[in-house]
């Protein structure tokens, strides 16, 4: 018998829904290519149940004003003051949850495939001095976000890259964040990216995310 691709059922049924609507991208790699660091039955599910589910209900959210449907997703959280105050809530976190879901997956590789290089190294030695100081910053900010959220590195317009986290599906792209800036990196610490494999201890999981970083993209993101 031939295995369904789940995640290409969900692909197909997002498409059909509407053009124009938001879709559930593929995942970049097998769902077992980052064990096992992070296993294959919590990115399934992470993968084909949750971010499938932000984007279906926000494209049901936004039926309402179907024009919004026009602008790509960043360019909606960017200019969140600007969606209508009945639905404003409900975009920042189901359009919230679709963005970093989106961000999150590409800055992620299997092992070993995408190290980091010499020109990535000196980029982060310059703004946080170390390699250490900066995995324990990063890592500070994930394990010290009370409840639900995400870790991330940034640049500012400045240049200067810094770490920070956010809430719930909150990202530096929205207007209400106090500090903005181009994500480059970011770690989901929502439970259910981590608890079936982790339980409890995120921080096993923050540090386990190391070997999975996809240094090539975060690089090309930090020199554009």
Do not use: C
């Not at 077992?32 to 660091?37: D, G, I, Q, W």
């Not at 949850?97 to 190290?115: D, K, L, Q, R, S």
């Amino acid at each position: 018998m031939k295995r369904i691709n789940v995640s290409l059922i969900v692909f197909l049924a997002s498409i059909s829904m509407a053009f124009g609507q938001y879709i559930l991208p593929e995942l970049p790699y097998k769902y077992n290519a980052l064990e096992p660091y992070i296993d294959s039955t919590t990115m399934r599910i992470h993968h084909d149940v949750h971010h499938a589910g932000y984007t279906t209900n926000l494209n049901n959210v936004l039926k309402k004003y179907p024009e919004l449907y026009k602008k790509d997703i960043t360019e909606l959280l960017v200019n969140l003051d600007d969606v209508p105050a009945d639905i404003k809530l409900a975009v920042r976190n189901l359009g919230g949850g679709v963005y970093n879901h989106n961000f999150f997956w590409t800055i992620m590789a299997p092992a070993g495939t995408a190290n980091m290089s010499a020109k990535m190294e000196k980029i982060l030695v310059d703004n946080f001095v170390t390699i250490d100081a900066f995995k324990a910053e990063f890592e500070k900010a994930a394990t010290s976000r009370f409840g639900s959220g995400w870790a991330w590195l940034i640049k500012e317009p400045s240049g200067k890259l810094r770490i920070i986290s956010t809430a719930n599906q909150d990202s530096p792209l929205m207007p209400m964040e106090q500090v903005k800036g181009k994500p480059l990196l970011t770690l989901d610490v929502w439970e259910h990216a981590y608890y079936l494999k982790y339980q409890s201890k995120r921080a096993a999981y923050t540090k386990a995310f190391w070997n999975v970083v996809n240094w090539t993209e975060v690089e090309k993101l930090a020199t554009k």
